[in-house]
């Protein structure tokens, strides 16, 4: 049997007096590769060497035995060229991904696998009809436990990771004290509407254009200026506050970062910013005109930074300080997460609410289709845009099927209720509990079912509302095509209800056109892992993290034009009379 002597080079300063090796020696097998060290003569004081010999025992215990050596005497560094010691050392990137209804923390390895993951769900509040507001103690302390499990979960610990990555539920609204470090109110979410009102009154004062021309944005209650202005206005002392500049705001990602840094620092990305209606997205700069037609003072607003970048490390969160080194609102994160880095390239994020981009390259697409004008990512000086839609209520109106109407008893039991039926035979659900987005943007839209007869049964509602996902995408997706001038052949798709194989082939049915459904669906989340890991150096760049991009099924269309432009006449009359009812209510006011 051969057996090898494998050497370790460390530098230690603290070890000075000998230049004699310090022997702990195993014997080895063939099996285990040596791990050498070139050593180069007139070796200093300050090296020294550990030679051991492996016999016949598992690696694994030698490599944590070797690591254990490494942590005892406190090298500062050392030198391998054993690949397979330099993967068992490895570090990770830690990816936060706050959302809607859950926030979850997922580890990710250098080939972009999840390794570990953690979710919670936490408290969705509704004070009043049309209100939606979080606790942000809550969103804070799920998203920080989940990051503690996950970590556990990969039997890792904060030094193995290099960095941080933070997604978000964007427009959501945090205003806290920065003396305190406590919220003044609730977190008003996205799709809070208790704002519709004075955005009615934005547009009859004719502020829609300059709006538009500024931001890329259509007014809605959606957008988070609305949202801060009616806490300064409505919460006692919170205007005083502001003006003395005592008040920070802040999207989900500021407020994050605020907590992981102890509110050393007060940030967020261009990502997020351009969604709160205040930043300029040609300037790249919050914007006067914006801040004096909301009355919101420039104090309050954070730091505006790029994507991907090392903005800071943690205090105290963890048993060592990790970088933060990526920041992106969700959609912009998984649209970065699906590699659709090129001009042209379209992703789906089936989620809560459903949200397709695309890109647009470094130039902004203003769009005649009422679709959305936003920042897809800045990496280093270079600003990408892209074409949002943007649908509210998605992966939510499973929720309400569980949780409003009782007919299912978890998310997951929907696929196999809608299958009882062949079809929803002229049932048709529009889930505009939120109102309507994009191409609409009817915020005063509720939800409707139409269609009903004595022979309708819960399977066909179950059915409805997963073809209700497919058709609002589908008119998002005519909207761009029209934007843009292109077909769009391919759509890549991700997020919860995108691992519905029935929704998928629906959907490729509407759209005559590929559905590609990633091998990891929480692009999300690895998005935001990507960007972090592009700072640090993690990856050397786009074209690494691209190469590991797989997919995992392809839904290719199996439905004749003839019978799908059938169910299509039967959406856009159900929208109608949704949008009718609205109208009729109005009247009667």
Known sequence: M????????????????????????????????????????????????????????????????????????????????????????????????????????????????????????????????????????????????????????????????????????????????????????????????????????????????????????????????????????????????????????????????????????????????????????????????????????EGILPEVCSSSEVYAHTAGNFSSPVAIGGIAGDQQAALFGQMCTEEGMVKNTYGTGCFLMMNTGTKPVRSANRLLTTVAWQIGNEVVYALEGSIFIAGAVVQWLRDGLGIIKKSADIEKLAARVKSSEGVHFVPAFAGLGAPYWNQHARGIITGLTRGSTAAHIARAALESIAFQSLEVIRAMEKDSGLHISELRVDGGASVNNKLMQFQADLLQARVVRQLITETTALGAACLAGLATGFWSGPEEIRKQWRADNTFSPQTGEKERDILIRGWERAVHTAQAYTEKENKYE
Not at 50 to 77: D, M, R
Not at 80 to 107: C, H, N, P, W
Not at 235 to 243: E, Q
Not at 245 to 259: E, K, P, R, Y
């Open 2 to 297: 051969t057996h090898n002597i494998s050497l370790i080079f460390f530098v230690c300063p603290d070890h000075k007096g000998s230049e004699e090796p310090i022997p702990t020696c195993r014997e080895s097998s063939t099996k285990s590769k040596s791990i050498y060290s070139h050593w180069g003569q007139g070796i200093c004081t300050h090296f020294f060497i550990i030679a051991f010999f492996l016999k016949f025992g598992p690696e694994e215990l030698i490599f944590h035995y070797v690591h254990n050596i490494i942590k005892t005497i406190k090298c500062t560094s050392y030198f391998i060229s054993s690949q397979e010691y330099q993967d068992k050392m490895r570090k990770y990137i830690l990816a936060f991904d706050q959302g809607t209804t859950s926030s979850r923390a997922i580890v990710f390895d250098r080939q972009g696998r999840p390794v570990a993951s953690a979710r919670k769900e936490f408290t969705q509040l509704f004070p009043r009809p049309g209100w939606v507001e979080h606790r942000p103690e809550e969103i804070w302390s799920t998203q920080a436990g989940v990051a503690l499990e996950a970590l556990t979960s990969a039997a890792i610990d904060s030094s193995e990771i290099e960095a941080i990555g933070i997604t978000n539920q964007r427009e959501t609204v945090v205003v806290w004290n920065r003396l305190t470090g406590k919220p003044v109110y609730r977190a008003i979410v996205w799709q809070d509407r208790r704002t519709s009102d004075y955005c009615d009154q934005l547009k009859k004062d004719a502020y829609s254009q300059t709006i538009c021309e500024k931001t890329g944005l259509i007014i809605d209650a959606y957008f988070s200026a609305s949202k801060i202005k009616w806490i300064l206005d409505n919460v006692s002392g919170a205007r005083k506050l502001a003006d003395k500049g005592q008040l920070a705001f802040g999207t989900v990602d500021s407020w994050l970062i605020w907590n992981l840094t102890k509110g050393k620092l007060h940030i967020t990305d261009v990502t997020n910013a351009c969604r709160t209606m205040l930043f300029n997205i040609h300037t790249m700069k919050w914007d006067e005109d914006l801040l004096r037609i909301f009355n919101i003072p």
